[in-house]
């Protein structure tokens, strides 16, 4: 049901904002590949609808990356000693359904990819600054969150322990930590 509410209103909020110039019809988001530029790797999902897809189909959680790839020195570093790293691709490949979410500087992405990317870091209060991350569960809610870098043994504990966190758990958690 969540993820339901959660794709509609998604679904809604892209159309407010991708609404076509003067002629008010709807601009239909393009598929991965088309011409959305590309993650780091195959592996890497770029849009959040076919993420969670994948998520369900797959039983999976979702790993959702936000990076400035090419002028965030922590996000680079994350990439080149984490992400790229075959402890962390191994488990990925096992457990999570990654999703890629860059605000490049150098290049520029398609209009409709940059907003997707500021609609899915503004539904999961992806504030933090670069890199920023979260996983979810299949039915797309928060189970962790974590902002900065880390080195490949803390990033991989943090995931580790996502994987094992359900939703509940981790509201629990938001309040046990308000309540302090």
């Known amino acids: 049901m969540k993820k339901i509410l959660l794709s509609l209103m998604i679904l809604s909020s892209l159309t407010l904002f991708l609404a076509a110039g003067d002629s008010g019809q709807q601009v239909k988001l393009p598929a991965q590949g088309e011409d959305w530029v590309e993650g780091p790797g195959p592996e890497w999902e770029l849009n959040y609808d076919e993420a969670l897809e994948r998520a369900e189909k797959e039983h999976k959680y979702i ?29 990925a490949e096992e457990n999570l359904v990654l999703l890629y979410l860059d605000s490049p500087s150098k290049i520029k992405l398609p209009a409709k990819q940059d907003k997707h990317n500021s609609l899915v870091r503004e539904m999961y209060d992806m504030d933090d600054g670069f890199p920023s991350a979260v996983v979810l569960d299949e039915d797309g809610d928060i189970v962790a969150r974590r902002s900065g870098y880390g080195n490949l043994d803390s990033y991989m504990a943090f995931l580790k322990k996502a994987v094992k966190t359900s939703a509940e758990d981790y509201e629990a958690e938001l309040k046990k930590r308000k309540k302090r």
């Open 63 to 91: 790993y959702v990356l936000s990076t400035g790839s090419d002028w965030c020195g922590w996000c680079i570093k994350l990439r080149n000693d984490v992400l790229t790293n075959s402890k962390f691709k191994r488990f």
